[in-house]
């Protein structure tokens, strides 16, 4: 953007009574002839508190959405409204990794297969949501594991997720998190490229076995 002369001609001479806003995650990268015309603001994240009253004031959403997802959206207030609407899916997806991961862990072949069957019934968009979801809980519980005395500086989880993974966390560690995460990472590319969601689902299941269950 803003590679020809023409918009650096309006930015520099606007029509009357025009003003610009420009928004920039990335303002390394905005030209200099850009940022020399502009006067720049910084925005920082939402204080915890102020986030918190904010989506406080917002009328049905329960006490305890306010308060995970208020933690989880990092000072974003849009972003903690997306998580709060989309609850009911992100608490589907908490209940489908637990029950996974414990299914795994118990090498329990035929709970696996009746896991597989369910979980295929959604379709392949949730099921790569799930496998999104999960790769994030991959992630969490590692830094649990690594950092136990930093848990509110690196952990991004809710109350639920967290209590799950104090004791599920110490099966993630330096060893396993990479294949862990490429193995969901091919999965997710395997769904997305029309594969057979079961067979994904299955042989991903049985490899993931004795990664977390040595």
């Known amino acids: 953007l803003f590679r020809s002369n023409k918009p650096l001609k309006i930015i520099e001479e606007p029509p009357p009574k025009t003003r610009f806003l420009l928004v920039s995650k990335e303002p390394a990268k905005i ?3 850009i940022l020399s015309r502009i006067q720049m603001i910084r925005l920082t994240p939402i204080e915890p508190l102020t986030l918190i009253e904010s989506l406080r004031r917002e009328a049905g959403i329960p006490e305890k959405d306010v308060q995970n997802y208020s933690r989880l959206a990092q000072g974003s207030y849009s972003r903690a409204k997306e998580m709060i ?4 899916e992100w608490d589907t997806n908490f209940e489908k990794f637990k029950n996974w991961m414990r299914l795994c862990y118990s090498r329990n072949i035929n ?3 009746e896991w597989v069957e369910s979980v295929s019934r959604d379709g392949r968009e949730k099921n790569k949501s799930f496998l999104t979801y999960s790769l994030r809980m991959i992630r969490e519980n590692f830094l649990l594991n690594v950092f136990p005395d930093k848990q509110s500086e690196f952990l991004r989880m809710t109350e639920e997720e967290n ?5 599920f966390s110490v099966f993630i560690e330096e060893e396993n998190i990479a294949s862990l995460s490429q ?3 091919d ?3 395997d769904i997305s490229l029309n594969a057979y969601t079961k067979t994904v689902m299955l042989d991903l299941s049985l490899k993931i076995i004795p990664q977390i269950r040595k």
């Open 187 to 189: 999965a997710i590319i």
């Open 31 to 33: 030209l200099p002839t």
């Open 183 to 185: 193995l969901i990472n």
């Open 111 to 113: 709970g696996i297969i």
């Open 85 to 88: 609407e989309s609850a009911e």
């Open 163 to 167: 209590t799950f993974s104090e004791k």
